[in-house]
């Protein structure tokens, strides 16, 4: 009786899982397929146009093309700008948002407002912001006697840079609302003890905050990394790729070859290669966390 009904609940669960299944499938697992495929062809997107195979002819494109090269240093920057700025930024202003103060909803607003709002119209703002001699910025640093006759965005030198900077300024108020939440479920007798124990503010972070947001940081350092191989329409909006290749990335790589240049494969390879990166962003990240969640059990175990 046992098994019979194991069985029936096994079908059962089969077939309410199976709309869903479908759904995904065609969403998800046939376009990934298929942009796997069609990675190893040279072909120009015209639905009735041959298919060349090209072997791995694509993939060495990618890693010869110049552009290319470009793209995955820019990627860096972005990565680095990420750890570096976006990340204790967001925890900052988690910390401030946790507590009770007056004007705390729209302090949470101000700051979460550049998620809500369109990326392309924030590109379209900051090139406004950072346009050469009538621009706030670069008028504010003419003032100031800082530098004369200033291009951000039209300077190979800064033009990643400053792409790093809105990126920042878009990203902080969605990784601020993550950590606030993690904050937020954090036990308050453990922070009552330790006030109880004379613990000073940056033990507390360092010794009781930060290990028990580990959860939460995992995932917004996974976020923040692959998040910069999904910047499009905001490079897009500020310089389109320029000047020369100074702001290719990725994402814009990819549009320029499927879309300017007809080169779908190589479009599609790009894609692949994205979605490995990523992978392996994840799989590294998800390692280094469980490495030092595993010392920190040995030193327990050493200490008792």
Same mark, same amino acid.
């Given at each position: 009786?046992?098994?019979?009904?194991?069985?029936?609940?096994?079908?059962?669960?089969?077939?309410?899982?199976?709309?869903?299944?479908?759904? @995904?499938? +065609?969403?998800?697992? !046939?376009?990934?397929?298929?942009?796997?495929?069609?990675?190893?062809?040279?072909?120009?997107?015209?639905?009735?146009?041959?298919?060349?195979?090209?072997?791995? *002819?694509?993939?060495?494109?990618?890693?010869?093309? !110049?552009?290319?090269?470009?793209? %995955?240093?820019?990627?860096?920057?972005?990565?680095? *700008?990420?750890?570096?700025?976006?990340?204790?930024?967001?925890?900052?202003? /988690?910390?401030?948002?946790?507590?009770?103060?007056?004007?705390?909803?729209?302090?949470?607003?101000?700051?979460? %407002?550049?998620?809500?709002?369109?990326?392309?119209?924030?590109?379209?703002?900051?090139?406004?912001?950072?346009?050469?001699?009538?621009?706030?910025?670069?008028?504010?640093?003419?003032? =100031?006697?800082?530098?004369?006759?200033?291009? =951000?965005?039209?300077?190979?030198?800064?033009?990643?840079?400053?792409? /790093?900077?809105?990126?920042?300024?878009?990203?902080?108020?969605?990784?601020?609302?993550?950590?606030?939440?993690?904050?937020?479920?954090?036990?308050?007798?453990?922070?009552?003890? *330790?006030?109880?124990?004379?613990?000073?503010?940056?033990?507390?972070?360092? @010794?009781?905050?930060?290990?028990?947001?580990?959860?939460? =940081?995992?995932?917004?350092?996974?976020?923040?990394?692959?998040?910069?191989?999904?910047?499009?329409?905001?490079?897009?909006?500020?310089?389109?790729?320029?000047?020369?290749?100074?702001?290719?990335?990725?994402?814009?790589?990819?549009?320029?070859?499927?879309?300017?240049?007809?080169?779908?494969? !190589?479009?599609? /390879?790009?894609?692949?290669?994205?979605?490995?990166? +990523?992978?392996?962003?994840?799989?590294?990240?998800?390692?280094?966390?469980?490495?030092?969640?595993?010392?920190?059990?040995?030193?327990?175990?050493?200490?008792?």
């Amino acid at each position: 009786m046992k098994l019979r009904k194991r069985k029936k609940n096994s079908v059962e669960a089969i077939l309410l899982s199976m709309p869903a299944l479908i759904v @995904y499938s +065609c969403v998800i697992i !046939y376009p990934i397929l298929s942009m796997f495929v069609t990675s190893f062809y040279e072909w120009n997107g015209v639905p009735d146009s041959p298919k060349i195979f090209v072997k791995f *002819a694509n993939y060495q494109s990618f890693f010869t093309d !110049y552009a290319a090269e470009y793209a %995955m240093k820019n990627i860096g920057i972005l990565m680095a *700008a990420g750890l570096l700025c976006t990340i204790p930024i967001a925890f900052f202003l /988690a910390t401030v948002i946790n507590k009770t103060f007056r004007g705390k909803r729209i302090f949470r607003v101000f700051y979460f %407002m550049p998620v809500l709002v369109n990326r392309v119209a924030i590109g379209l703002m900051f090139t406004f912001i950072f346009f050469p001699e009538i621009g706030p910025v670069p008028v504010l640093l003419e003032q =100031l006697h800082i530098a004369e006759n200033v291009n =951000l965005l039209g300077n190979v030198n800064t033009a990643m840079f400053t792409v /790093a900077f809105v990126h920042v300024w878009c990203d902080v108020g969605f990784q601020m609302i993550i950590l606030s939440s993690g904050m937020a479920s954090l036990p308050d007798d453990v922070f009552e003890a *330790a006030m109880l124990d004379g613990v000073t503010p940056w033990q507390k972070l360092r @010794y009781i905050t930060l290990p028990m947001m580990k959860g939460t =940081l995992k995932i917004c350092v996974i976020l923040v990394l692959t998040g910069s191989f999904k910047v499009f329409d905001l490079v897009m909006a500020l310089t389109a790729g320029g000047p020369g290749n100074a702001t290719q990335l990725p994402s814009t790589l990819l549009y320029t070859a499927a879309f300017s240049q007809s080169k779908f494969g !190589y479009a599609n /390879a790009i894609a692949v290669m994205t979605v490995l990166f +990523c992978m392996c962003i994840t799989v590294v990240v998800n390692f280094i966390f469980k490495e030092k969640d595993e010392k920190r059990v040995k030193r327990r175990g050493g200490n008792s």
